[in-house]
């Protein structure tokens, strides 16, 4: 341990990777700049000087906060309102604030951001400077204020408030009266202007150089900041469904209100904190937050969307003109929308892909911020607090427990501070842990010590000593903030990280292991038109904004499948499954076994290859939805007849004939407008003269929209099948098929 404190000591003021003399006099700054002559060296080792302010590290530190998106929207099922509502449409009867903080809370977040002011200009607290908001709807006699009440119950429950005031106001520029963009001189305006009969406590003053709308932005601002308590953070979309007359935004003046008033809060969209680039809950593999910029984001007016996958990679580092640290808030909503619309169609996020999100995000150097919209009732949907619970214990019972307390190994990374560290040496960069039993453990979390030395670890690899030698469970790129590796279980005594390569020494702070219970996940079967079946995890039905990531997979590594294709119950002694089987016709039956632990039997009954099917005809198409994709053997697209379609037929050639004892109806799961509750089949054996086999219906499709079969009575020969709908659910007009099948006897 003394080598390791005397190591510690020489590289505190020696830097191995670069020259030392253009790195002796980097200072820790928060933006560094780059000078047309730095060499590569230089500006590396200046990227791993860049650190995050007091502001940013305690919004690190807030890792799962919480979205609230409420107002006229939530009324009118829009997404995005005109702000030519009439207040009135906001009907709410009655609110419940405390039970969104006991649910925000109970899932492990640490704040609440409100949007009391969205892009249609309606305000939810009292404001002075206009009467579009809560102040003329008939919640509470218009004397009612939600901003008031959050920031109650936020004090209540221990957690911190964030403000999303819109930039854009469409009612400021519908309004005949409007202040956006109305072509005002830029003169000299005293910030708060005064209203008679509504004094401010706050009696600090400002005076700017703006026009009529920044003026007007600054009032609320000073509004919000100054009379709901501690602000945390304030929220800047950069969202413009329609600009008028020009119109800027004098963000230096925004900035020093906000400075001055709300100290301790960061500012999102502009220097503090970033968009991750997605509203979908996409993660990049490796995030920094030291990146560059052109221009000095201390003193920028404009701050655009950064998007690239690349962002802060060495490559990125060397086209700027400075180096800033600003992290990422990884944004989506728990629901299909920002804005609540219902209960039936609106679905919801499944707990594991909320964890599974959690993980990826706050494990990922970001933050994570989850949007739960109120109902109708001012409440969150019973469905959204029942995910939100679920999430807060899994995230309790996974990370509660550390089981590296009391292992041995360097202190100052075993004591869960981000205080202390350890500077790993050249050439020995690794640090290990031997605990003083073999313990069970799937996930390790690593922190650098990010406000002392910054990002500096670029890749990284974990190793557990078992069988008598060092084996590799885990390996990936940064670390920064917080990265949280996941792995299949492993039971060992001695576990090893070994940086392989970083921006300067890198300073370890914290190394924790924790164990995941894996869960057997429900499984679903896919064939594609060659007959090749994927047996995969369940992938929950959500239509909006894919993440492209398969949570129950991401959750589910050392999950392992068996199968049977005999009839049998399938069980750890069956067919493993190990990838794609070919399976031509017949039932299939799948398990999922993590551990001792089984989950559900999965079972489906697979019918004809449709390799050579071909469409005959089609009563009407739309464009993007062709009668083909009724048979291309996915279910993610599906064919929609025209709404005007009398006859609603749909027919094929299966490419020979064959002796068939039922045929499957599976609706599209992404439009439920369409669904065949009755019709009939026909059949030919020359695709022009049309024999009736028989009708069929289907029950309780709108409540049920699963794919369903139909028996036939007698078993049917033929080459050439027709299928017609007679009556479509809930009385509507156009059919939409995502698959047929026919089974052969």
Known sequence: MKKIFIATALMAV????????????????????????????????????????????????????????FGPNTFTRMEWGSGKEDPKVFDLKELHTDQWCQSMKAAGMKMVIITVKHHDGFVLWQSRYTTHGIMSTGFENGKGDILKELSASCKKYGLKLGIYLSPADLFQ?????????????????????QVSGRPFANKTKFEFEVDDYNEYFLNQLFEVLTEYGQVDEVWFDGATPKTKGGQQYNYASWKKLIHTLAPKA??????????????????????WNVIPYIQNPNTANNFADLTEASLGSRDDLYKGKYLHYQQAETNT?????????????????????????????????????????????????????????????????????????????????????????????????????????????????????????????????????????????????????????????????????KVLSSRASPAIATIEAHYYHTKPSQLQFDRDVNGLLTISPKT???????????????????????????????????????????????????????HKDK?????????????????????????????????????????????NDSRLQIAIDLGAAHNLSAFVYTPPKSFLDGMMEKGIIQISNDGKNWEIVESFEFGNLINDPTARTHYFKKAVTARYVQVQATTIAGNKKALAIAELDFLEK
């Not at 520029?173 to 202007?193: A, D, Q, W």
């Open 266 to 287: 960061v500012i999102f969209g502009k220097e503090d904190i970033r968009w991750c680039g997605n509203e979908a809950g996409a993660t990049r593999n490796t995030e």
């Open 173 to 193: 520029i519908e309004s005949p009266t409007g202040l956006y963009g109305n072509l005002s001189k830029v003169t000299k305006r005293s910030i708060p202007r």
């Open 540 to 594: 929950h039905e959500f239509g909006w904004n894919p993440h492209g990531q398969n949570a129950t997979e991401n959750l589910g590594k050392g999950v392992e499948i068996y199968y049977t294709t005999d009839g049998t119950e399938p069980t750890a002694a069956s067919k493993k499954y190990t990838g794609p089987v070919s399976i031509t016709k017949g039932e299939i039956k799948a398990i999922a076994i993590a």
């Open 599 to 643: 989950g559900s039997i999965a079972t489906e009954t697979f019918g004809l290859i449709k390799k050579d099917w071909k469409l005959l005809t089609v009563s009407s198409e739309t464009d993007k939805n062709k009668g083909a994709m009724a048979f291309d053997a996915k279910k993610q697209t599906y064919w929609l007849s025209e709404a």
């Open 333 to 497: 909503s728990i629901r299909e929308g920002w804005f609540y619309r219902d209960d039936e169609k609106q679905k919801v996020r499944s707990t594991d892909d909320v964890f599974d999100i959690y993980e990826r995000a706050v494990g990922g150097n970001s933050t994570f911020l989850l949007n739960i919209p109120p109902n109708r009732e001012g409440k969150f949907s019973p469905e959204d607090v029942k995910v939100l619970t679920e999430v807060g214990k899994r995230i309790n019972e996974t990370y509660g427990k550390n089981l590296f307390t009391g292992a041995k190994g360097p202190a100052q990374v075993l004591d869960k501070s981000l205080n202390t560290y350890l500077l790993l040496a050249k050439p020995e960069k690794s640090i290990e842990i031997t605990t003083g039993k073999p313990v069970t453990i799937n996930r390790i979390v690593l922190q650098e010590a990010i406000t002392s030395h910054g990002e500096r670890v670029e890749q990284h690899t974990l190793e557990a000593w078992i069988d008598g030698k060092w084996q590799e469970i885990a390996s990936t790129t940064n670390i920064g903030y917080k990265r949280i590796l996941r792995f299949p279980e492993v039971t060992a005594s001695k576990f090893r990280l």
């Open 14 to 69: 020696v830097y191995l990777n670069a020259d030392a003399q253009s790195i002796g006099t980097i200072k820790l700054q928060n933006t560094i700049p780059v000078s047309a002559t730095d060499s590569k060296a230089t500006i590396i080792a200046k990227a791993a000087h860049v650190v995050p302010t007091p502001n940013q590290l305690s919004a690190l530190k807030n890792e799962f906060i919480a979205f609230i998106h």
